[in-house]
């Protein structure tokens, strides 16, 4: 790879008439960004006037015309002086992890590929535990807990008597009857019906909440493979991911420079970032699941956790003895995590060794702030095996484990399926919220058919439209390609935009407060033939406008 | 217009592995055609192979390559023998509107433009009523209840030992636990509870149900504009609308020559077609809302039951006393008919002709059996407007309208929206089915969503899954042009498969008989890495295929 791949093509257009706000805290000295769409019409509710519409904004730095961006830089480490002021962790001379280790010292990695001037990490000190549960728990408003509760507001006490709206139905979710606040924020995570992901090591990410109380989230999967894209592309497809709304984004890169993809997509990610461990862990093992260790596994969280990794999937339910009951299923186990562990149980005949030492996996992430998000790999990977006896026998051992991570203040989540009917979709809210203990829930669609590859955005937003109005959390998103092949930039961007479709929907659905605000403006905008508002004031202003234009037919009365 | 365009290039190319199948019938002469899809893989339920899956084709004789296509004949009229086997109907010398029949003299018409040897219309003898369900409360099993009953079924005796599935939640439905038989197609027509839309002028369409215990059915809108595409084109997007699944299509043309268009559309399509009069009527008085009359609708109607179309939208419902609920609302009136009706009222300040009227408009409809299809003129353009007072009076109006056009024994289903938020979804079902005594729902969407120009098919399918799944019978689709301008092939093939999935959802939810027969074998085939069945057996093969082959990553053990 040459130096040219590393040079940033990085989208930084700021959205149409859309400016960046920062809303100051008023506990903490944080300042959170926001969107500020201007509207060019006038629009008056009950009489008085709206001339802007202010939105949730995960695009970070990169579509702010004031900040340089440079991705060999990476972003400001917003929260860099919040965790050193907790004075509860200490930067370490070099990373822990061997593997980590060894990587630094090989010369045979160009220069290139590296990030430069890579952060030292930091730890706790010995006997600290950094989680916002842990904090929370202790009652203390974190400058997270007050940034994510400004965020999810979205000015929302200057304009609430702009917003009427529909009584939601929440399905018994304790949503705000108003605007959030920093402590109701910190009180559903102390009880783990939240979790704010803000590895120490992440500094440069904007805190964001997922929990059922919330706005329903969205995460998009990116990632390299032996076969395509470089770096920069790679940094890319992450901003690309944030503009379009990703709340989070996992990176499940595989394949070589695994570990210097991952930190230019950390020091360059203004959301979370999620991976899957044992996905890097097999490769250290060439592909052999059989040779996979607890060591060789416990190496791989400490490397990734002192880069910043904010969440991690852990397929820790997949027990021995559930593996059977996956043997007469029509699709097995779909689930990669699911399947590695499955043949690593079988060819030891021992139980999942990630079961096995989930004390010490807590442990790890407790000292750097890592939440777990404990894998469903028996999820069914087919509508014939939705809700079967392996996916639900499962189920129950992860909450087990939240109980076990809860006692360790590691923030969870649960993750759920996959391919369910839309008529059993809602069982899988109610056995979630009741084994897991309301921790939020976090599923990949699911998808309600399987009769139409190419089309699996669509036949997904449907079961994360009905998932999230039930309850769920956070959203995978699944894109056109899904089961076919790898997605390009405007599979992610049609992924992206389908799933924030989905967590709209929800978040309407169950009445969140003021969410109907733009779908109001915007429906005024259409009414007045006002197409500009319209367009800017959409999920996808470019898309719209370019669809408008490319007919023929034009209203005199349209305002251009 | 050239003669040169009328030249047709149609879509004819049957889909891959398939087979165009007839099935026969038991009580009358009918020949159902379905599409079987061969397999290349081995597959097995409970021991027992299966070699093909059969689905359900509206795709026409377009797609059989032992037919020849010749848009300038039309297709076999295969219900004319069991129309004229009635005995109750006379063909008419010459076309009974006035309308028609200065469209036949005028010399200024171009010839390419008029299809060649146009039939001659039929209608019911003085006296009688040729409606399905006028044969349904008598008794009769008509050649089309049988053909529809083997239509639905699929074949589903041959294979349904092999199909498991989750039993459904059908939210109080009536659904047959087996396969369907033609006495069951009778019983619920003769109720109201099903509709066959199939005007005695247009035997070229194969027999169609819409109810709520059947298949749920999606209609596709096409149609010209002043400023685009000639008659072949439009006869190719309903040929192209029919090929993806659309199971009627509403010609909704406006613009010169639309009779002419709308003779070619008829006389080449293999599913029913319907329309909204009042475009037509509104263009015969120069667009002038306040010029329309009695006496032209009523010309329209006759003019287009005798080409025949098979169901008419009709506003019956906007009541004078109705548009000032309007008055409030964020969205006014967005149906084009309501709008029109809206406006005629208030300027004559007198109620609605077509519902002083309605009378007479079914006596004209029984003479021909074409259905009615009450439209709701009043339906939200946004959510905000949603489920309001002006939605649900219009609706308890289409209901009083729905038991006067049964006393006529004229087919009816009734419109919905539109826009709604999904938790409110179900109470429009709920509503629907109370006060228009279980009469077919046939909505537009709703839409979830306000926010997403550009990508309303989606914002749309979470909500047609939705409504399908708790009772509407026909889904009205939605393209991702929706809002901003008019739809091209591409447009519709999006628009349709969207709609094809929420269908099927629906169908899964409710637990339709066999509906999940094609999506276990797809995920049979999609874990064995069979990719061409995978393909095969999907909503869309060649954007599967397509999708596929794009990406560089080739799994060493796929099929190809």
Redesign the interface.
């Known amino acids: 790879m040459s130096s040219q791949t590393v040079k940033p093509e990085i989208s930084t257009t700021p959205f149409p008439a859309s400016k960046k706000i920062y809303v100051k805290g008023k506990i903490h000295p944080v300042s959170v960004a926001m969107r500020e769409i201007s509207l060019s019409g006038e629009y008056k509710v009950e009489g008085k006037s709206v001339s802007s519409v202010t939105v949730y904004d995960t695009s970070g730095a990169y579509t702010d015309p004031n900040i340089e961006i440079d991705i060999k830089k990476g972003l400001e480490p917003i929260r860099k002086q919040w965790i050193l002021e907790r004075n509860d962790t200490e930067e370490l001379s070099e990373v822990s992890s061997k593997f980590a280790q060894s990587q630094q010292a090989n010369g045979t990695i160009e220069p290139e590929l590296r990030f430069p001037n890579e952060p030292k990490p930091r730890k706790a000190t010995t006997g600290k535990i950094v989680t916002q549960m842990h904090y929370a728990k202790k009652g203390i408003v974190t400058p997270e807990m007050e940034y994510v509760a400004i965020r999810e507001n979205q000015r929302y006490e200057e304009w609430k008597d702009l917003c009427?709206?529909?009584a939601?139905?929440n399905w018994g979710a304790a949503l705000r009857k108003g605007a959030i606040t920093p402590e109701f924020v910190r009180d559903e995570i102390a009880k783990g019906r939240a979790i704010i992901p803000a590895n120490i090591n992440h500094p440069e990410a904007e805190p964001m909440i997922i929990g059922r109380n919330f706005l329903v989230k969205i995460n998009a999967n990116i990632g390299n493979?032996a076969?395509?894209s470089g770096i920069a592309e790679e940094v890319e497809k992450a901003v690309w991911a944030c503009r379009w709304g990703a709340d989070t984004i996992m990176d499940l890169s595989t394949g070589e420079h695994i570990h210097q993809t991952r930190e230019w997509i950390v020091r360059n990610s203004p959301v979370p970032v999620g991976t899957v461990p044992i996905y890097q862990a097999l490769e250290k093992v060439d592909g052999v699941a059989e040779d996979l260790t607890w060591e060789i596994y416990r190496d791989t969280l400490i490397e990734q956790a002192e880069q910043g990794v904010d969440y991690f999937t852990i397929h820790a339910g997949v027990l021995l003895r559930y593996i059977q009951l996956t043997a007469k299923r029509?699709?097995?186990i779909?689930s990669r995590g699911g399947s590695i562990l499955a043949k690593w149980c079988l060819s030891h005949h021992q139980e999942n060794f990630l079961y096995t030492h989930f004390d010490e996996i807590c442990e790890i992430l407790k000292a750097y702030d890592v939440g777990v998000s404990l894998g469903d790999g028996l999820r069914p990977?087919?509508?014939?095996d939705?809700?079967d006896h392996a996916q639900f026998s499962e189920l129950r051992t992860l909450g087990e484990l939240t109980n076990v991570a809860w006692q360790h203040d590691v923030q969870v989540m649960i993750e759920g399926p996959g391919?369910i009917?839309?008529?059993?979709i809602k069982e899988n809210v109610e056995k979630e919220l009741e084994e897991c203990y309301e921790a939020p829930f976090y599923t990949l669609g699911p998808l309600?058919?399987?009769?139409?590859?190419?089309?699996d955005?669509?036949?997904s937003?449907?079961g994360a439209?009905?998932i999230g109005?039930y309850g769920c959390a956070m959203l995978c998103y699944v894109t056109?390609?899904e089961?076919?092949?790898?997605p390009n930039k405007e599979d992610v961007r049609e992924g992206v935009?389908?799933y924030?479709?989905?967590a709209?929907?929800?978040d309407?659905?169950?009445?969140h407060p003021g969410a109907?605000f733009?779908?109001?403006i915007?429906?005024?905008a259409?009414?007045k033939f006002n197409w500009q508002d319209?367009?800017n004031?959409?999920?996808?202003p470019e898309?719209?406008k370019?669809?408008?234009e490319?007919?023929?037919?034009k209203r005199p009365d349209e305002v251009t």
């Open positions: 009427k709206q529909h939601g139905m493979s076969v395509r029509t699709t097995g779909v990977g087919s509508l014939a939705a809700n391919h009917p839309i008529h059993l309600t058919t399987d009769i139409a590859p190419g089309y955005h669509i036949t937003a449907i439209a009905n109005w056109p390609k089961h076919l092949g790898l935009i389908a924030k479709i989905a709209h929907a929800a309407l659905g169950k009445g109907q733009r779908d109001n915007l429906s005024q259409r009414f319209q367009f004031l959409s999920l996808d898309k719209a370019d669809f408008h490319k007919t023929l037919v």
